[in-house]
């Protein structure tokens, strides 16, 4: 089975900082990368999918790249509502796999 | 409006059999995927299986196979998660969702606890 390991577990920033969430896979999945937010007591919501695209209605300042293995999720100028667990999921089977998520705090 | 709308939250005791239940509405029901995923409390998103309710097609985490049972019936367009005998370390959240574009359905929360 194809892993996914994602970095860091968590971290702390500041509003206006720039934050960057990794995501690498065992092996190869093309560009079938999705990038999920969840807050507490919440329902994950779809941030970017097709490792880039961003979904319908998410800030311009959440943008995702990466391709093969190693993928990126970047937040530019981080908000007080960005303050979240944020988690990567494959999708190049019919059973997706999350990355064990990344917290971000308030530092 | 596309969606899934879960069954309420459960209180169960360990070795009790529970099924709970994933309306889909607003779409071609048979035609997506819907799976089941797993958050415990404090932890991370687990994908526990999926289903293709155009003919059934399961496929199960394999640290879950045997563990839970996914089904589904397309003349409700539900899709359900069962567990035979539960166990404390079964107290979750479990969201149904559809892959990648969602939707997702509310959560139902299950508490196994003797």
């Known amino acids: 089975d194809i892993q996914v390991t994602q970095s860091p577990s968590s971290l702390s920033a500041s509003v206006g900082d720039r934050v960057t969430i990794t995501c690498r896979a065992s092996?190869?999945?093309?560009?079938?990368l999705a990038w999920y937010q969840q807050k507490p007591g919440k329902v994950p919501k779809l941030l970017i999918y097709?490792?880039?695209t961003l979904e319908s209605g998410v800030p311009s300042r959440f943008s995702g790249s990466g391709s093969g293995t190693d993928f990126t999720l970047t937040i530019t100028s981080l908000q007080s509502e960005d303050f979240a667990t944020y988690y990567c999921q494959k999708y190049n089977t019919a059973l997706p796999t999350f990355g064990q998520g990344t917290k971000v705090e308030i530092k | 409006e596309v969606q899934l709308v879960q069954s309420g939250a459960e209180v169960k005791k360990p070795g009790e059999s529970l099924k709970i239940s994933c309306k889909g509405s607003g779409y071609t029901f048979s035609d997506y995927w819907v799976g089941w995923v797993r958050q415990r409390p404090g932890k991370g998103l687990e994908w526990m299986g999926i289903i293709y309710p155009g003919d059934s097609d399961t496929v199960y985490s394999p640290s879950l196979q045997g563990q839970v049972t996914i089904s589904v019936d397309k003349s409700t367009t539900t899709v359900y998660l069962q567990w035979s005998s539960l166990k404390a370390s079964d107290t979750a959240m479990y969201y149904c969702?559809?892959?990648?574009?969602?939707?997702w359905g509310q959560g139902t929360l299950v508490t196994v606890s003797s």
């Open positions: 969702a559809r892959p990648v574009d969602g939707p």
């Open positions: 097709g490792a880039s």
């Open positions: 092996q190869g999945i093309s560009n079938y």
